[in-house]
C-alpha cells in the first residue's frame, strides 16, 4: 500500500481532519504502512502534498500572512462528487 493510499484508508475512518504525523502514526499502527525510513512522517507530508487536486484528501489550513500558520495544516477525507 502506497502512503497516500494509506492516509486515505485512515482518513475515512478517522471522519476527522488529521495531521499528515497522525496520520502516519495510526497507519503505521493499523498494519497498512510498513516503512524502514527513518521520517515516515515526512514521506507521508510530501505524499499528501503530491496529492491530486481532484482526489479525495483536502488539505485545511488557518492562514498566515504569507503562508499557512504553523502547525494549522490538517488533512481530511472528502466523498468525490458523482
Not at 34 to 38: D, F
Given at each position: 500500500m502506497t502512503f497516500l493510499q494509506a492516509a486515505e484508508e485512515v482518513l475515512r475512518k478517522a471522519q476527522t481532519p488529521l495531521t499528515a504525523r497522525e496520520i502516519t502514526d495510526l497507519a503505521l499502527r493499523q498494519g497498512l504502512l510498513?516503512?524502514?525510513?527513518?521520517t515516515p512522517a515526512a514521506t507521508m507530508s510530501a505524499a499528501l502534498y503530491g496529492a491530486p487536486e481532484?482526489?479525495?484528501?483536502?488539505?485545511?489550513?488557518?492562514?498566515?500572512?504569507?503562508?499557512?500558520m504553523r502547525d494549522s495544516v490538517r488533512w481530511a477525507y472528502t466523498q468525490k462528487a458523482r
Open positions: 510498513r516503512t524502514n525510513g527513518s481532484d482526489g479525495p484528501i483536502r488539505r485545511t489550513y488557518r492562514p498566515g500572512r504569507n503562508r499557512a
